[in-house]
Nanobody, 123 residues
Framework: QLQLVESGGGLVQAGDSLRLSCAAS????????LGWFRQPPGKGREFVAY????????DYVDSAKGRFTISRDNSKNTVYLQMNSLKPEDTAVYYC????????????????WGRGTQVTVSS
C-alpha cells in the first residue's frame, strides 16, 4: 500500500498562494484516486479535493472552487494542491489520502494518511 508524505505548508498572508505536495512511495500509484483533506483547529477532517487515476476527473469543496487546483504527476508519484487567493478560513492541517472506499468526499473512505502539513493564513 502507498505511504504518503505531505509538504509545502507554511505561514502566509491572505491573498497569497501555496503549493502543497504529497509524495507517495509504494507500487501502483496510478491506480489510486487521491484526495486532499484539511482539519481546522478544533474541527474534524473535511474534504478539499480529489483527483482520479490519470487526472481525468477532479472535484472540490465549494469554498475551494476557482481558487484551488489539484493535479498529479504519476511519473513522480506525486499529487499537488495549488492554493491561490488564500483566506484565513483556509487555516488547517492539510492531509492527503488514498481513496479506498466508495464515497470520494468522505474522509472515512480514505486511508494511508500522511502526517499532514500546516497551512496558516493571517489576515
Amino acid at each position: 500500500q502507498l505511504q504518503l508524505v505531505e509538504s509545502g505548508g507554511g505561514l502566509v498572508q491572505a491573498g497569497d498562494s501555496l503549493r502543497l505536495s504529497c509524495a507517495a512511495s509504494g507500487r501502483a500509484f496510478d491506480t489510486y484516486t487521491l484526495g486532499w483533506f484539511r482539519q481546522p483547529p478544533g474541527k474534524g477532517r473535511e474534504f478539499v479535493a480529489y483527483i482520479t487515476l490519470s487526472g481525468e476527473m477532479t472535484d472540490y469543496v465549494d469554498s475551494a472552487k476557482g481558487r484551488f487546483t489539484i493535479s498529479r504527476d504519476n511519473s513522480k508519484n506525486t499529487v499537488y494542491l495549488q492554493m491561490n487567493s488564500l483566506k484565513p478560513e483556509d487555516t488547517a492541517v492539510y492531509y492527503c489520502g488514498v481513496h479506498l472506499g466508495v464515497n470520494m468526499l468522505d474522509a472515512a473512505d480514505y486511508g494511508s494518511w500522511g502526517r499532514g502539513t500546516q497551512v496558516t493564513v493571517s489576515s
